[in-house]
């Protein structure tokens, strides 16, 4: 079955240093992968996805994301961290064998240091 | 466009009462997917409702049940409810899947069971 790993359920940075969020997924077959973001008290945001177009995906907030096949990875980088982007993110991952639906990682929360 | 509307957004009940949610997708999206957030588990799948038929369900007891109506809104009912219950409970809606387009979440029902 389906898995996704997000390592680290916490990571921490200073405010203005690059932010790196990992994730694996498990699956052989290039899955659709999403990133989403949710801030204290809210539902998900789509940050950005992948759908077997370019490699390097960039979303809202100044993230983006690069597709690596061979490592299976979908990592989530921002070059300057912001106060503002102190959240939780979530990886996630979908193909047709599972009828699309969202495989869900653990999360990661990021904690800004001023 | 109006977004995810869900209702109640805060709820206390007793164990063993019951409880109904309900969501309000996006005009015009049929795919309505609910989830269980809580801090030890993560994002759970309850089920997934498209154009009133449960397409997708997790792995959860039938205390949980849902359904939608015919213009895509949708409601899940928890019986005898369970200190365990208590959670962040989401409401996800997309035009025809949530893996497949975007799922454009709800700010979420915040259920405590006392």
């Known amino acids: 079955a389906q898995s996704v790993t997000q390592l680290g359920s916490h990571v921490s940075v200073s405010e203005g240093a690059l932010v790196l969020l990992r994730c694996n997924y498990s699956s052989s077959v290039p899955p659709y992968l999403f990133w989403y973001v949710q801030y204290p008290n809210q539902g998900l945001q789509l940050l950005l996805k992948y759908t077997s177009a370019a490699t390097l995906v960039k979303g809202i907030n100044g993230f983006e994301a690069e597709f690596k096949k061979s490592e299976t990875s979908f990592h989530l980088t921002k070059p300057s961290a912001h106060m503002s982007d102190a959240a939780e993110y979530f990886c996630?991952?979908?193909?047709?064998?599972?009828?699309?639906?969202?495989?869900w990682g653990a999360g990661t929360k990021l904690i800004i240091k001023p | 466009k109006a977004g995810v509307t869900q209702t109640p957004r805060y709820l206390i009940k007793t164990r063993g009462q019951q409880v109904t949610l309900s969501c309000s997708p996006i005009s015009g999206h049929r795919s309505v997917s609910w989830y269980q957030q809580t801090p030890g588990q993560g994002l759970q799948f309850l089920f997934e409702?498209?154009?009133?038929?449960?397409?997708n369900k997790g792995n959860f007891p039938g205390r949980f049940s849902g359904r939608q109506f015919s213009n895509s809104r949708s409601e899940m009912n928890v019986s005898t409810l369970e200190l365990g219950d208590s959670a962040l409970y989401l409401c996800?809606?997309?035009?025809?899947?949530?893996?497949?387009?975007?799922?454009?979440f709800g700010q979420g029902t915040r259920l405590t069971v006392v």
């Open positions: 409702y498209f154009s009133e038929t449960q397409r």
């Open positions: 996630a991952v979908s193909e047709v064998d599972s009828n699309y639906q969202l495989i």
């Open positions: 996800a809606s997309s035009l025809v899947s949530p893996g497949g387009t975007e799922a454009f």
